[in-house]
């Protein structure tokens, strides 16, 4: 059973636009949030997170929101630029328990010039 | 700072064969954490270990086993590959998960032929 859930594999915009990257969870014990960016060829790199205490954090063009009601948090983009173009996973992890992060399958974004 | 190594960047194996992927991290991160990633499945967890002497299953251990020798290597071992394990494999570590997570590697490309 998938507990965070990145339901659309694939987001295409235009750069200048914004991307908006979605990723839904179903443990209620999630507290933490992150989102990682990884190219081709590489390893994951952390972009930016959030505490289940706050609803948004901020980091430039980067932005999460976090509604825990529907368990739902967003990564917003803005403006997209084509050096965005990565696969973005979400990941999770709980309060207090063992030190681990659960992903998403990801989601690969194209910003196109 | 070189982060977290992982050699060989590049394997292929014949069905059966055995081998060791390394990983060593010089930030003095307690936790150590092996990954798959795959098409269409994101990031598993394979393997971790929270701290020097201990190692614990994750989501998919199976045709796998690791060794923590100290607290800067974390290895992988393959002991009878087969074509399932073909994979990109990615190995992370961590002291704490907030603010930032895990710090990766850049991958282990695995071929079982």
């Known amino acids: 059973d998938q507990q965070v859930k990145q339901n659309s594999p694939s987001l295409s915009v235009q750069e200048g636009r914004i991307s908006i990257l979605n990723c839904d969870y179903t443990?209620?014990?999630?507290?933490?949030f992150l989102w990682y960016k990884k190219y081709p060829a590489e390893g994951p790199t952390f972009l930016i997170s959030?505490?289940?205490?706050?609803d948004k954090n901020e980091d430039g063009r980067f932005t999460v929101f976090l509604n825990k009601s529907a368990k739902h948090l967003s990564l917003h983009i803005v403006p997209s630029q084509p050096g965005d173009s990565a696969v973005y996973f979400c990941a999770a992890t709980t309060r207090g328990g063992s030190e681990k992060l659960v992903f998403g399958k990801g989601m690969k974004l194209t910003v196109n010039p | 700072n070189a982060g977290v190594t992982q050699t060989p960047k590049f394997q292929v194996l014949k069905t059966g064969q055995s081998m060791t992927l390394q990983c060593a991290q010089d930030?003095?991160?307690?936790?150590m954490y092996w990954y798959r990633q795959d098409p269409g499945m994101g990031l598993r967890l394979i393997y971790y270990s929270a701290s020097e002497g201990t190692t614990d299953k994750g989501e998919v251990p199976n045709g796998y086993n690791v060794s923590r020798l100290n607290k800067r290597e974390f290895s992988l071992r393959l002991e009878s590959a087969a074509p399932s394990q073909t994979s990109v494999y990615f190995c992370?570590?961590?002291?704490?998960?907030?603010?930032?997570?895990?710090?990766f590697g850049s991958g282990t490309r695995l071929t079982v032929v």
């Open positions: 930030m003095n991160h307690n936790s």
């Open positions: 443990n209620s014990m999630f507290d933490y």
């Open positions: 992370a570590s961590s002291e704490a998960l907030r603010p930032y997570g895990y710090t």
């Open positions: 959030i505490s289940s205490i706050k």
